[in-house]
């Protein structure tokens, strides 16, 4: 049994952060399935733009459907997009009814560029389920206050929601309370509030990337004990966040108001380790994986990471639920060195939601270039 193997086995599933044609059609997919236990996949903008922009993979169909159509090039991207997520879904379904529904997910993001806009974020999320029409699709809505408001329409319709760009305990919780309400309103309507599924993906490393920045500027003109507390928090903030986070949770589904929905067969809300690829190259490559093992959470990996783990990763049941207390303490001196994490969190939203919209520009550019060849008979470069 591999290393990602054994984090099943250790109550946390392993999914993966990455999707393309290739990975699908040439088997890849189910290898990692087979061989590491996968149980699921999430996408994003940025991924897609590599994949599509940066191959030619998808060149013949979208030729096709291009000239059979002459659809617009956002029609075009998501029929590309959409074919993708179908594929994914149907290779993954074995795990999603393996477990009951509990595992075996694709994820798909409405567009970046509706972030801010509820309504606008419910009618596509609502369009992008009806166009997949997998039930193990989850469909991806930023982590923003307008996100928060239209996660519990959503769930309540009975949709799958993975909320992404999740940085701070508060925006994890106002999110996860919007899952609450969304289930309390599908039990209402009386359908099955134990079919709805959802994942809150909480980043890691960018908070690492953006705390340490400060740090090392800190560290330039510090001394005694200021510079003794920097090099505390130095590469700790990040793994300190999620694991309060953790513990958040586990307080937030419990009480009277859960249990009524946990008689109902509701389960909760899964907290999802997002942004796990180590950017520092002073720490391990596996730091976001072997300190955040906890159960009934879920881990998604890009490639590099998957493959580092399966070949020295290091599995200690529940590292999530040790040192809280230390945890605890760094944010603690972070806020002693007047250094704010919520500031920093919700600048890394706005940051999240603008590099997403430029990976949109982007991939739409070139499916443009690429559709304008197509319908003029060019031959298509990737």
Known sequence: MNPLQQLGEAGQSVWLDNVSRGLIRKGELAT???????????????????????????????????????????AVYEHLAVGDIQEAADVLRPVFDATGGRDGFISLEVSPYLALDTQASVVEARRLWEAVARPNLMVKVPGTEAGASAIATLIGEGININVTLLFSQASYEAVALAYVEGLERLAAAGRDVGKAASVASFFVSRIDSAVDAVVEDRLKTASGEQRRDL?????????????????????????????????????????LWASTGTKNKAYSDVLYVEELIGRDTVNTMPPATMDAFRDHGRVVADTIESDVDAARDTLATLGRLGISLDEIAATLVVDGVKQ???????????????????????????
């Open 32 to 74: 990692l399935i087979e061989r590491d236990g996968l149980k699921g996949v999430t996408s994003n903008p940025s991924i897609f733009e590599k994949a599509i922009g940066g191959s030619g993979d998808y060149d013949s169909d979208l030729i096709a459907f291009a000239r059979s159509t002459h659809a617009d090039t956002m």
């Open 231 to 271: 090099e505390r928090v130095r590469g700790k903030v990040a793994v300190a966040n999620a694991k309060l986070a953790y513990q958040r949770s586990k307080s937030l589904f419990a009480g009277p108001r859960w249990e009524r929905l946990a008689s109902r067969g509701a389960v909760p809300q899964r907290l």
């Open 356 to 382: 997403f919209s430029d990976a949109a520009d982007t991939l739409l550019a070139a499916v443009e270039r690429k559709r304008a060849s197509a319908l003029e008979g060019a031959p298509l470069h990737a």
